[in-house]
């Protein structure tokens, strides 16, 4: 999986999906965020949550 650009809602064009891990037993990719929406300013974890 690799970087995608899309346009976020709120936030603009903006590359996305940034694999971070991937569990080959239960093949399930997890992804982070590179960009912050409106209602994530103030959250410090923001860029750092992980996705399924």
């Known amino acids: 999986m690799g970087l995608a650009r899309r346009d976020v809602p ?3 064009k ?16 997890y992804w982070t965020k590179n960009y912050r ?5 103030e959250d410090l974890e923001a860029l750092n949550r992980r996705f399924p």
């Open 14 to 29: 903006r590359w996305v999906n940034q694999l971070a891990e991937y569990d080959r037993d239960q093949g399930i990719s």
């Open 10 to 12: 709120y936030v603009g």
């Open 37 to 41: 929406t409106g209602i994530e300013l």
